[in-house]
Every structure is written in C-alpha cells, then in structure tokens.
C-alpha cells in the first residue's frame, strides 16, 4: 500500500497566515501541521509517500521533509499546477501508484486513532472514515441505512445526519479511472465526493468510524481547535 497526501490549494480561508507559506505548513501546536498526516500514514505502515502540492511553496515541503530517511519512509514529490479540486490533485498519483491501491489523506486532517489493522484489511474498492460532528453542513456528509452509506452530499444545507466524510481515503486503482470521467463541479473542481458516490453506487463503499479526535484545520477556528486536542494529548 503507498500513501498520498494532498497539500496543494491557495488556503484563501487563512489569509494572511498563507501569503508566504502553504498553510500544510503552519503549526499544529509544536509541529507543522503535514507532520500529523504523515504520522497517520506511517502508522499504518505505509513505506512510500507521495506529497502533491501546488508550485509556489513546492521548495518549503522539500526542505522541510527532504527524502524521508528522516522518518523511515521514501518520499516522492508532485506538483498540482493549479488548484482543481481533490480529485484533479489526487489524478497526479496515477503513475506513482503503480497499479496497486493507495490511501490518501488531506494534509490539513488530524487524527488520534490508528488506521493500520482497517487500511491492512482493504482488498479492493473504496473506504471512506466518518466522523459525527456537530457542524456537518461544513463537509461532505453521509446519508446512512445503519452503518451503510447510501449517499455522500457536499456541503448541504440540511445535512440527512451528523457524519461527515473525513479525510482520509482508500481506494483501489480503479479511481484513476473514475476521475477521468468527472466533469467540474459549481465551483469549477473536481470533487471527491463524486468520486465516493461511485464507488457507493457499485456497492464497493466501505465506512469505517473514527472514534477518537478528529479535525481538519483549515479555518482559523478549526486550526486553534487542532492544536488544542494536540496539546490537551501530550500534555
């Protein structure tokens, strides 16, 4: 299994905080916050990683993260040249997957549980980690027949239940394939939701829970709220 994180975008929502650097890079308490996907990555006993961000901070990653000897890990680099959603970022791993399955994780997504034993069992399909939260119209929400996905809507004013789609993604090499049939969103992307509901309507979803903290930390709300649980954790 190889991994992927995605940190490319312009981080608009954390302005000025991003004029000068990719907002993967700011810090989560007392590491920038990459470091926390990553170690999510490499608990699952992931050896090989592809990061893909956008070309103006492409340098920043290298010289923080170098080859990834650092971490025990081999790091390969891809740059998304333009924002275009996840799907269109995560279509730039076509080659590096090498026809195998990959997981991929948003580099802004912060996790305390450990995936290995549910990303070891995955054989073919997708599987998606959903989280119950108390603001789900922020995200991609499930609507649910017990623990069965049914479908997964963007952003919806009137979200079906409380589980938003976090993020963290296993899928098999088909996906490539899926993007490539993706027509833009309203907002001009590529959405992995799409990608999600084709898997869900093939019947080749698999939900996992998360059951401990969960956040992304893409606001400033949401960026203060991660480091918190970090610091609440080690100390």
């Known amino acids: 299994m190889k991994g ?18 990719n907002k993967h890079l700011l810090p989560i308490y007392n590491k920038p916050m990459i470091y926390y996907p990553l170690q999510t990555l490499i608990s699952a006993n992931i050896k090989e990683v592809l990061i893909i961000s956008g070309p103006e901070h492409a ?4 010289n923080l993260l170098g080859s990834g000897k650092e971490f025990g890990v081999k790091f390969t680099y891809e740059i998304q ?3 275009g959603g ?21 580099g802004d997504n912060i996790y305390e549980d450990n995936f290995s034993e549910e990303i070891k069992s995955f054989e073919k399909g ?10 789900p119209e922020r995200f991609g929400v499930a609507e649910l027949n017990g623990k069965n996905v049914i479908k997964i809507e963007e952003k919806p004013k009137i979200p079906k239940s409380n589980y938003c789609v976090t993020g963290l993604y296993v899928y098999d090499n088909e996906v490539f ?3 490539k049939t993706l027509k833009p969103s309203k907002r001009g992307e590529l959405e992995i939701t799409d990608v999600n509901n084709y898997y869900i309507d093939k019947n080749a979803m698999k939900a996992e829970f998360v ?13 203060i709220k991660a480091s918190n649980l970090i610091r609440e954790k080690i100390n």
């Open 4 to 21: 992927v994180i995605l940190a490319g975008g312009t981080g608009s929502r954390l302005f000025p905080l991003t004029k000068v650097t």
């Open 59 to 62: 340098g920043h990653f290298l």
């Open 81 to 83: 040249e333009k924002a």
């Open 86 to 106: 996840i799907a269109q970022a995560l279509s730039l791993a076509e080659d590096f997957s090498n026809n195998g399955p990959i997981t991929v994780i948003l």
């Open 126 to 135: 997708g599987m998606i980690f959903l989280k119950e939260v108390q603001d």
């Open 177 to 179: 394939s899926v993007i």
């Open 211 to 223: 059951k401990g903290f969960w956040s992304d930390a893409g606001t400033f709300e949401s960026l």
